[in-house]
């Protein structure tokens, strides 16, 4: 009750004691005293007034208890109040009281709520007893809600009026009747308690979740039955007979709402119905007498909420591994969450971050650190940027360009717990790639349209990518009809009136459509159009999935490859003309020539009579002409059968050293006749070689010859030959004129001589036969140093097939 209302009912009850006494005083006096109507006229005034006051009091759903003596003796001595009220209210709260105590009915109401409001396991301590102790002696107010075990609460608030202590005692149940008569309410706690008690009970026997009720000795006084299943007690009875408790925990929550008047909860494990472990939500009330308890299961949702922890740490740690930066702000604007990649690409101060700062402080530490664009309005610009979280329609996506030359693509998108989060990807090296990329296509472009060879490029999906200028002028094409994207099936239709074979245009369309390994290969062909002009094409797979078409007009090629095969085919008759008049000639001039030598060896001889001197001198030239001839002849054989193929080696083991010593024989007369001097510088333990004696010979004697012939009086011709890995190297040298360097690239030639004083098939026919047995000749000569030719024979002569090649060596036979 208000202290304005207690007010009024002390001085009321203090009016009806004062005039009770005034009246009583008046009686006696009333004959010694003259004034006796005015007496009797202030008597009933005061009657009427006491009347005022026992109407006030009887009005009143409790009881008033008055200490004359404020001052208390001892700790526990009630004193004697006076009581006041209405009988409706102390038959109430006498039901609380022990009839048999012999005591004033103010004290057995006081002793009986002691009992219910004990807070320890003897009930010798009790609240009410020390705060009435305080108020009589110390004046302190005090307000006490005490429960009894059938589920009345009573009120009892102590005041002081002047000298005197009062005390306020009234039965809750009573005012909820009168205050609840209207409407039948059922209510919970000081201020609103059920009229209907049964139905009260009922509620909460039926209610879905754990209800029990303690004392202040922390003793069970009643429980629900899903308290009492989840227990496992059989009756209520039974568990306030072992005072069956949820767990200690619950007891300290209850011990704890006792002793601070608030209502406590928390979310605790506790094993029920046969060692199940369940998760429950306790909330415990103070109630008047002790405490009230609720216990929710909530394990379905704590695990769902672990769950969900769970994927939001699992959440938050991917995205530590992305490389875009990450930032979360709540609806109040503040950094909820960021990411590794947000820390690093801003270079923040982890302590900066640590602090949760709004949105609006990020954006101005960025902008005191130099790293946001440069804009002209910065706090229009900030203020655009925070009016995108009242923003409904779709969150725009921006790009800045940082001081640093970085640029960022920055992605807005709601967050389902409401507020922005926001994507930072950093785009520097793209947008670079991009830009080079562009640059690299226009060059390319450019690079393509300077190709005489027509381009094309085609995309997986058979559309047009690139092409070229060539490709437009040899498919005599407009510049427009080329469009971007074009299909394939479009550009061919273009093309179809120079060429017209569907079959080849669809195999050119696999290769450029099929993604099989198969089809992507490169694919070469040939296209006669109607114009007569023949095309070369190729398709060639690209690295990015595309392929490159690429056209060349070989029409002059090919007209040229005709004129080369007929003029071939020419060579090669006259080839075989060559041959068949040499073999005509060689065979026509033999016979006279054998006639014109026997002759002359007649007359050498003179069969016919004696030849003078001059005579002598001129058969020995005809003599001599005539074996030079026949020796032209012979080797114009040899290299007309060399050339035709038929020459065939007569292998066999032939001695270096002696093959060398006979043919220097050979030329011996001639060196004479020149002076010039042979020497042979071989070892004679060399050994053989497998090769064509004669062969060999007809080499080394065509060598000393070419030496003869470029050599003076003074000069020197050495003839050598060493054994190296296999090979055996002959080497003919001379010190004469040498050969120019125009003539040693055509001097193994047929039919080339450098002094016009032979054929010129000596060194040609030297080249044909080492070349047959597997071998390469060398040449080198400087004008006026010699000439050296050096023949490189194998060991072992193959049985077909070209010569080996030498590392390191110049053939200059060729």
Not at 126 to 140: C, H, I, V, Y
Not at 271 to 293: D, K, M, W, Y
Not at 585 to 613: K, M, T, W
Not at 666 to 692: F, H, L, Q, W
Request: charged share 25%; net charge negative.
């Amino acid at each position: 009750m208000d202290g304005e209302f207690a007010s009024l009912l002390v001085a009321g009850g203090s009016a009806s004691i004062a005039i009770a006494s005034l009246i009583w005083a008046m009686r006696v006096t009333d004959g010694a005293r003259g004034g006796v109507d005015a007496w009797k006229k202030r008597a009933r005034e005061l009657e009427d007034k006491v009347a005022w006051a026992d109407a006030i009091f009887g009005a009143h759903p409790g009881v008033v208890l008055i200490w004359e003596d404020i001052t208390a003796d001892a700790d526990g001595d009630w004193g004697a109040p006076r009581i006041y009220g209405s009988p409706l209210a102390l038959a109430s709260l006498l039901r609380f009281s022990d009839a048999a105590v012999a005591a004033s009915p103010a004290v057995r109401i006081l002793q009986g709520l002691s009992v219910f409001d004990a807070t320890d396991a003897t009930g010798a301590a009790t609240r009410l007893s020390p705060a009435l102790t305080r108020l009589r002696r110390e004046g302190a107010a005090f307000s006490l809600k005490i429960s009894t075990p059938d589920g009345v609460f009573v009120e009892v608030d102590g005041r002081t009026a002047g000298a005197r202590a009062v005390a306020w005692i009234m039965d809750a149940s009573v005012r909820g009747v009168e205050e609840g008569a209207a409407g039948g309410r059922i209510g919970i706690g000081h201020e609103v308690i059920a009229r209907d008690p049964a139905a009260f009970l009922e509620m909460w026997n039926g209610a879905p979740f754990m209800a029990w009720r303690v004392n202040g000795a922390m003793k069970l006084e009643w429980a629900n039955p899903e308290y009492l299943a989840a227990l496992e007690a059989k009756s209520l009875d039974q568990a306030l007979a072992r005072n069956l408790q949820l767990d200690q925990g619950a007891v300290e929550l209850a011990r704890k709402a006792i002793e601070t008047g608030e209502a406590v909860e928390e979310t605790r494990s506790v094993v029920v119905r046969g060692g199940e472990l369940r998760t429950f939500r306790l909330r415990v009330s103070p109630v008047a007498g002790g405490a009230a308890g609720m216990a929710i299961d909530v394990t379905e949702q704590e695990a769902a909420r672990d769950q969900i922890a769970r994927q939001q740490r699992a959440h938050d740690e991917t995205l530590n591994f992305l490389a875009e930066g990450i930032a979360v702000f709540d609806a109040q604007k503040r950094l909820v969450f960021h990411n590794l990649a947000f820390e690093r690409m801003w270079n923040l101060d982890a302590g900066f971050l640590q602090d949760r700062p709004a949105h609006a402080a990020w954006l101005d530490y960025l902008k005191e650190k130099r790293k946001l664009p440069a804009h002209a309005n910065y706090a229009e610009w900030r203020a655009r940027e925070l009016a995108l979280y009242q923003e409904h329609n779709d969150l725009p996506q921006d790009f800045w360009v940082l001081p640093d030359s970085r640029m960022f693509r920055i992605a807005r998108q709601r967050h389902p717990n409401g507020g922005m989060l926001l994507i930072f990807s950093d785009i520097t090296n793209e947008v670079s790639l991009k830009s080079s990329y562009d640059a690299l296509l226009q060059t390319q472009k450019a690079a393509l349209d300077k190709l005489h060879e027509a381009v094309v490029v085609f995309g997986l999906d058979g559309r047009l990518k690139l092409s070229n200028a060539a490709f437009q002028s040899v498919w005599k094409l407009e510049a427009d009809q080329l469009q971007p994207e074009m299909p394939f099936d479009r550009v061919v239709e273009l093309c179809q009136p120079l060429f017209h074979d569907k079959a080849m245009w669809a195999q050119v369309r696999a290769r450029i459509t099929d993604p099989s390994p198969e089809a992507r290969t490169e694919y070469r062909a040939e296209m006669r159009r109607s114009d007569e002009t023949v095309l070369k094409f190729l398709t060639r797979p690209l690295p990015d999935g595309a392929t490159l078409v690429a056209f060349q007009d070989i029409t002059a090629d090919r007209r040229v490859e005709e004129a080369l095969r007929e003029r071939a085919e020419a060579f090669e008759q006259a080839d075989k003309l060559k041959g068949q008049f040499v073999e005509n000639v060689s065979y026509q001039l033999r016979n006279p020539l054998q006639a014109i030598l026997g002759n002359a060896e007649l007359l050498q001889h003179r069969v016919f009579g004696p030849l003078n001197d001059r005579q002598v001198e001129q058969v020995g030239s005809i003599i001599d002409a005539a074996g030079n001839l026949s020796k032209l002849i012979d080797n114009i054989l040899d290299v007309a059968m060399v050339e035709a193929g038929n020459v065939q080696l007569d292998l066999g083991p032939v001695n270096i050293y002696d093959t060398i010593s006979e043919s220097v024989q050979m030329a011996a007369s001639k060196a004479r006749d020149t002076e010039v001097p042979i020497r042979i510088k071989c070892d004679p333990s060399i050994g053989d070689i497998e090769a064509d004696q004669k062969r060999i010979t007809q080499v080394i004697v065509n060598l000393l010859s070419n030496a003869l012939r470029h050599t003076e009086r003074g000069d020197t011709i050495t003839v050598s030959a060493e054994r190296l890995d296999g090979i055996v190297r002959l080497t003919v040298a001379d010190t004469g004129k040498g050969m120019g360097f125009d003539q040693q690239a055509r001097a193994f030639d047929s039919f080339q001589s450098g002094d016009r004083r032979g054929a010129g098939l000596g060194l040609a026919l030297v080249r044909s036969f080492v070349e047959m047995h597997g071998g390469w000749v060398a040449l080198q000569s400087e004008p006026g140093r010699g000439v050296t030719v050096t023949c490189h024979l194998p060991a072992t002569a193959p049985a077909a097939g070209p010569p080996p090649v030498q590392p390191g060596v110049k053939q200059r036979a060729a």
